[in-house]
C-alpha cells in the first residue's frame, strides 16, 4: 500500500497534499483512469486516519509569526470544502481561479470577472451552492453558516490573514 502523505508534518500540508492527488486521481476528473475510484478511495481513508492523528496538537501559523493555533480535525467541514473544490473543478472553467483562503472556496474569472458568467448557474445556489460576492467580484462557498459582516477588507488583506492556497490557476 502507498503513503501518499509521507512526509507531511503539518494538517496544511496533508491539505495541501490531498488537494493534489484529487486533482490527480480523482474519478470524476479523470474517468479514463483505471483503478481511479480505488485509488482515490484509498487517498480518503488515508487523509482521514492522518487528520485525526493531528487533532488536538498545537501549530505554528506560518514561518514568520510566532502566533500557533492547536488543529481541531472537523471531518464534515473538510467533507464540504472538498466538495464545493471538486466540483468547481469539474466544471472545467476556462480563465478561472480556484482558491481556498481559509475554510472558505472562492472562484473567479481572472483577469476578466465575467469569465465565471457561464456557470452562472452551475456554481450558485441551484448547482454547488456558491454566492456571488459583489464587492470582491468573486464567488465563494462558505462549509459553515457565518454571521455577515460589512468589513472593508479587500480580498488580499482577507487571504493574508487566513491563508490561502490556489487549487486552480486561470488559463
Not at 502507498?2 to 486533482?23: I, S, W, Y
Not at 473567479?108 to 452562472?120: F, N, R, V
Not at 448547482?127 to 453558516?145: A, R
Request: one cysteine or more; proline letters at 5%.
Amino acid at each position: 500500500m502507498t503513503n501518499f502523505f509521507a512526509g507531511c508534518e503539518t494538517p496544511d500540508q496533508v491539505r495541501t497534499k490531498f488537494r493534489k492527488l484529487a486533482r490527480q486521481y480523482h474519478p470524476d476528473l479523470h474517468p479514463d483512469m483505471p483503478n481511479a475510484t480505488r485509488i482515490m478511495q484509498e487517498i480518503n481513508a488515508q487523509h482521514e486516519q492522518i487528520l485525526r492523528s493531528f487533532s488536538g496538537r498545537e501549530y505554528a501559523k506560518s514561518e514568520t509569526s510566532e502566533q500557533s493555533y492547536t488543529y481541531t480535525y472537523q471531518k464534515a467541514t473538510e467533507d464540504k470544502i472538498m466538495a464545493a473544490i471538486l466540483g468547481a473543478l469539474g466544471l472545467r472553467m476556462k480563465g478561472v481561479t480556484i482558491e481556498v483562503v481559509g475554510s472558505w472556496v472562492w472562484v473567479y474569472g481572472s483577469p476578466d470577472p465575467s469569465a465565471t458568467k457561464p456557470y452562472k448557474d452551475s456554481l450558485g445556489k441551484n448547482g454547488l451552492g456558491f454566492k456571488w460576492s459583489g464587492k470582491h467580484s468573486k464567488w465563494y462557498y462558505s462549509p459553515t453558516p457565518y454571521r455577515r459582516s460589512y468589513s472593508k477588507k479587500t480580498y488580499g488583506e482577507i487571504k493574508s490573514k487566513y491563508g490561502a492556497r490556489t487549487v486552480q490557476e486561470a488559463v
